[in-house]
């Protein structure tokens, strides 16, 4: 943070709003940074090595620039007075200048990202920054790699962000319309930011990707990481056990059906389109026990979305459907509206998304993989 709001941090070093047991956790994280590097154990600071081998990616780098800037060195009081901006609400730091603009964790950590700090004290500067589509790129990664063990595991969720964000065929868009985007598909991305610098800075438990007791060939931590950050019921889930694969019980229907009949826990559903040449996944969510109705059954929490190559999440709306939440009937009745197989939204005519033996056979969709979370 540079300029006026880069003294005001430093003047709440002395009264941050930390209570003595998270002072004493910062202090301990500090000296465990700056043991990190010979020079920023000899002087008792942080510098950019240190700090980079601390936060993966380039995060430490950019957080180094962030905090050194304007300061003769990032010493324990400076980290304490920054580390307020990333773990405290707005409301209860002592600086004028930068809450009377209450920037959330989202905006000051792409900001952080971007090397732009300098922009936060002016809102409608920050909100017209141009970006490029590489720009977007790297934010998406960044954002999705606080959540995941390796960046390389977040490479294709943030491709799939990334086609959200920008229009078809745009190469640019304003931090505005990012965030607009953002915080319409990622409803959980502040928390995320602020749990993972209270895990880093603080030691806190947080829970980020729930942990795949078996791997997918579809579904990936980084995909996963996407629909955590819209669904609290998988962020908080301990871990996303296997109920159904075609790698694990063949192709059929069948199968599908007696794995998931009577089972009552959320389940998470990942199938695989392939159409023209171009492959497509898609999946839904829901809390509810599977048990056979003629009927649609559900709760509003049950959501549809897209994985690749864009990612979307669909929730229903109120005059559209909104009840119709999901279908699910073995039995073959003939001359019925009550088809055999299981559906999501849309109607008894036409399902959003729907699974039987027909559909797998003449429309190449690749039986689903379930998950439990």
């Known amino acids: 943070m540079g300029g006026k709001n880069a003294k005001d941090a430093k003047a709440t070093a002395g009264r941050p709003d930390f209570n003595d047991r998270e002072l004493t956790r910062l202090a301990e994280t500090f000296r465990a940074i700056s043991a990190l ?56 730091y002592v600086k004028s200048e930068y809450s009377d603009k209450s920037f959330d964790k989202l905006e000051l950590v792409i900001a952080i990202i971007l090397k732009t700090p300098t922009i936060l004290g ?18 998406t990664l960044g954002l999705i790699g606080l959540l995941v063990e390796r960046e390389e595991k977040a490479e294709k969720a943030a491709q799939a962000l990334t086609a959200r964000i920008l229009d078809e065929g745009s190469k640019e868009t304003t931090l505005d319309t990012f965030f607009s985007r953002l915080r319409a598909e990622l409803l959980l991305i502040n928390i995320a930011v602020r749990r993972f610098f209270a895990k880093k800075l603080l030691g806190e438990q947080a829970t980020s990707v729930p942990p795949m007791d078996r791997p997918s060939n579809l579904l990936d931590e980084g995909l996963l990481a996407l629909l955590a950050l819209s669904n609290g019921s998988i962020a908080n889930a301990p871990k996303a056990t296997l109920l159904f694969s075609t790698l694990s019980h063949g192709t059929s229907f069948n199968r599908l059906a007696y794995a998931l009949r009577g089972y009552n826990a959320p389940t998470l559903f990942v199938l695989k389109h392939t159409e023209g040449g171009h492959s497509y996944l898609l999946g839904a969510f829901t809390k509810d026990q599977w048990e056979e109705a003629l009927a649609y059954v559900g709760k509003p ?49 036409r399902y959003r998304l729907w699974i039987d033996d027909e559909s797998v056979s003449y429309t190449h969709l690749t039986l689903p993989t379930i998950y439990s979370v």
């Open 37 to 92: 590097d010979d020079e920023a154990r000899r002087t008792q600071t942080l510098n950019r090595k240190a700090l980079a081998s601390y936060f993966k990616g380039d995060l430490g780098g950019c957080l180094f620039e962030w905090m050194a800037h304007g300061a003769p060195a990032v010493t324990l009081d400076v980290f304490v007075a920054y580390t307020e901006l990333l773990l405290k609400e707005p409301m209860r």
């Open 122 to 139: 002016d809102r409608e500067a920050y909100s017209q920054v141009h970006l490029s589509a590489s720009d977007v790129n790297k934010l």
């Open 301 to 349: 929490e049950t959501f549809l979305f897209s994985l690749w190559p864009r990612y979307k999440p669909f929730f229903a709306f109120k005059g559209r459907g909104a009840a119709n939440y999901t279908y699910f009937n073995t039995k073959k009745l003939e001359r019925s509206k009550y088809k055999q197989g299981l559906g999501f939204g849309g109607n008894f005519e």
